[in-house]
């Protein structure tokens, strides 16, 4: 699995009640998560993230286990995140709804392309590439198949 | 042989298991999407309906039409597919499954982060989200990398107001927002077997802070008596030789009344350090530290007096709320001018009821002071309930008194 977007870099211990306010919550209708993803952190960020790689510092998605954040993320565009670490219930979540993450500590320019092959598991970024942390069999079978509830309509 | 992890989910340390889940439940925030993912899977099939969950305590009652209808979609899907069915004023998914449904060596998944919480009973209790919950109904299973384990080796016991909130605050600051990641934490020694189980539901509460999967407690003598109470027999848990990926120790006479300073759960500070900071609010309540025990111990401080500032108490359930109104707790409350709450999650996650304004200052028990939470712009100081109530009476952080 290839993919490629530009590089938007925000800190680390990024939580889901920065990426999704509670107040936004009661509703299953996406586009009011895209409107206002990262919102509380950084109001011009949803504009920039269609076609975005997110380059995180690490522990991003700690907090609550609201899926919305994963999901707002995946919705506005958001091609993968690359991180040093995830919390883990906003990993699985991201893997279960078809967002890639990619484990790795790399460099961060805004705007300059990052490219990865999760099978392969690298990621480049300014020139250098760096080798990931690979996903388990499973998420990787999952990711595959574009997300958990796929995975279930395929194997159910 | 093994640390209760690798024992409750059969497998070694980093293993991928896949285990049958015992009990499983949602509330009406994680809950609607359970159902959303669930019907995409192809809404065939809920596994044994029994022991599958859904408790309303995020929004109750619910903050306006919108919340309501999702509100509406969840509670006859519940209760037409037979699932266990709390409605609005039963109290926090946490506390309900607390107070006698969880048992030990069984595997508990809740849809939220603080699901750990039922760690205190020697249960494997972790928090995924909608969609994993939503395979979880359809198969009664689900996967997981058996962790690796932390021992908090405790000794000797909390002195002076310190409480077990206190020693959570301190743990957070010491292994950091990431700093047990994947892993779970096993609280032991001669300390932990001496903390009630209401303290033990604290500890593990605040397990997901450090980003932790599990908090745990090796089930004993006090989690037999408490289950007892509830009408089931079970047997304690022998610890076994096991290995620690890393031992902390806790010598809990050192622990002092502490708090937790905006917005990051892990900076913590004595309580005397901010000692005239002034509050807005004082919030009393939340899976953390709403508990009968908690709103006594309140009670015990306010009685008599008036608070200086605005009081929110909200009753962790309806059992507790029954128990406080019966031993005249609710009275000393009100009549030392605290509003009272609905029994669930209140103000704590920033919905309704308790929002904070720009520039305000709230002092709550709960578990996440996370910037805006609780309103945008508003400020979070996490605290126990000891450091709350002298707090609530000055109208700015104060230290507890020994009572
Ligand atoms: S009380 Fe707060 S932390 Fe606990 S479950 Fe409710 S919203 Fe979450």
Known sequence: MQGKGRAVCVGADIDTDLVIAGRYLRTKDRSIWIAHVFEDLDPSLASRLNGAVIVAGKNFGCGSSREQAAIAIREAGVVAVVAPSFARIFFRNAINIGLPLIECTITCNEGSPVTFDLTEGWVEAEGKKYSTRPLSAKMREILAAGGLVNYWRTHG | ?403
């Open chain 2, 1 to 403: 042989m093994g640390t209760l992890s690798e024992r409750i989910l059969n497998g070694s340390t980093g293993e991928y298991v896949d285990c049958c889940v015992d009990r499983a439940y949602v509330h009406d925030g994680t809950g609607v999407l359970t159902l959303e993912a669930w019907k995409n899977m192809g809404g065939r099939g809920i596994q044994d309906a029994a022991h599958l969950y859904v408790l309303f305590d995020h929004i109750v009652p619910a903050n306006n039409s919108t919340t309501a209808t999702l509100q509406h979609e969840l509670r006859e899907f519940a209760c037409s597919s037979f699932l266990q069915f709390s409605d609005i004023g039963g109290g926090i998914c946490h506390q309900l499954m607390s107070e006698g449904i969880v048992l030990p060596d069984e595997i508990v998944v809740g849809a939220d982060s603080h699901t750990c919480t039922l760690g205190a009973f020697g249960a494997f209790a972790t928090g995924v989200g909608a969609t994993d919950m939503a395979a979880i109904w359809k198969t009664g299973e689900t996967w997981f990398r058996v962790p690796e384990s932390i021992g908090i080796h405790l000794s000797g016991t909390l002195t002076g107001s310190a409480e077990a909130k206190d020693l959570a605050l301190t743990y957070v600051s010491r292994l950091g927002m990431d700093g047990a990641s994947y892993q779970s934490l096993e609280f032991v020694g001669e300390g932990a077997a001496a903390i009630p189980i209401d303290g033990r539901l604290t500890l593990c509460n605040l397990a997901v802070e450090t980003g932790a999967k599990a908090g745990m407690f090796y089930a004993d003598d006090i989690t037999v008596q408490y289950l007892a109470t509830a009408g089931h027999t079970v047997q304690a848990q022998e610890p076994e030789p096991c290995t620690y990926i890393r031992e902390i120790d806790f010598d809990l006479p050192d622990i002092v009344p502490v708090i937790a300073v905006p917005p990051r759960v892990d900076t913590v500070k004595p309580v005397s350090d901010l000692a005239g900071l002034h509050v807005d609010q004082v919030f009393v309540g939340t899976c953390t530290n709403g508990r009968y025990s908690d709103l006594a111990r309140f009670a015990r401080v306010v009685k008599g007096r008036k608070v200086a500032v605005r009081t929110i108490v909200v009753p962790a359930s309806r059992a507790v709320l029954e128990k406080a109104i019966r031993n005249g707790v609710l009275m000393d409350l009100v009549e030392a001018g605290c509003s009272i709450g609905t029994p669930g999650c209140g103000p704590c996650l920033g919905a309704h009821m308790g929002v904070l304004g720009e520039g305000e200052v709230c002092l709550s028990t709960a578990n996440r002071n996370f910037r805006n939470r609780m309103g945008v712009g508003g400020e979070i100081y996490l605290s126990s309930v000891a450091t709350a109530a002298a707090s609530a009476l000055e109208g700015e952080i104060t230290e507890p008194g020994v009572s």
